[in-house]
């Protein structure tokens, strides 16, 4: 019973490392286009590959053939049930984080078409 349950966990922690993968290039592109250079994207960008890293390291330690992790997870089910809280709290998060950098993003995006549009108007104009 075990053994299906890492299985589970597994599979969860690779799909939020990938996401919180996307949101730590999404505070790199924030960070790159926001005005001035202290607007804490780029510290952000640092944290959130710090979560990366971890989420790898765990995924990583649950992989490692290691019977008496599955023996500890059979005895104390209460042990998994923690894990899987603090992975939905992170996904949670990780939907909070996406959801105001998609805003950030289409943002930049739009200054960038502005931008644009005003090059090519001046281009004409000349």
Same mark, same amino acid.
């Given at each position: 019973?075990?053994? *299906? @349950?890492?299985?589970?966990?597994?599979?969860?922690?690779?799909? +939020?490392? /990938?996401? =919180?993968?996307?949101?730590?290039? !999404?505070?790199?592109?924030?960070?790159?286009?926001?005005?001035?250079?202290?607007?804490?994207?780029? *510290? @952000?960008?640092?944290?959130?590959?710090?979560?990366?890293?971890? +989420?790898? /390291?765990? =995924?990583?330690?649950?992989?490692? !053939?290691?019977?008496?992790?599955?023996?500890?997870?059979?005895?104390?089910?209460?042990?998994?049930?923690?894990?899987?809280?603090?992975?939905?709290?992170?996904?949670?998060?990780?939907?909070?984080?996406?959801?105001?950098?998609?805003?950030?993003?289409?943002?930049?995006?739009?200054?960038?078409?502005?931008?644009?549009?005003?090059?090519?108007?001046?281009?004409?104009?000349?």
């Amino acid at each position: 019973m075990a053994e *299906q @349950m890492i299985n589970t966990l597994r599979q969860r922690i690779f799909e +939020l490392q /990938q996401t =919180y993968a996307v949101i730590q290039k !999404e505070f790199e592109l924030i960070g790159m286009y926001s005005e001035g250079t202290n607007t804490g994207y780029n *510290q @952000m960008s640092s944290c959130v590959k710090e979560v990366v890293h971890g +989420l790898e /390291q765990f =995924y990583n330690c649950l992989n490692e !053939e290691n019977p008496g992790m599955c023996q500890d997870f059979d005895n104390h089910p209460e042990s998994i049930e923690e894990i899987k809280n603090q992975l939905d709290e992170m996904a949670v998060a990780a939907a909070e984080l996406q959801k105001e950098n998609a805003g950030l993003i289409d943002s930049i995006i739009e200054t960038g078409m502005k931008k644009d549009q005003n090059k090519l108007n001046q281009i004409k104009e000349e």
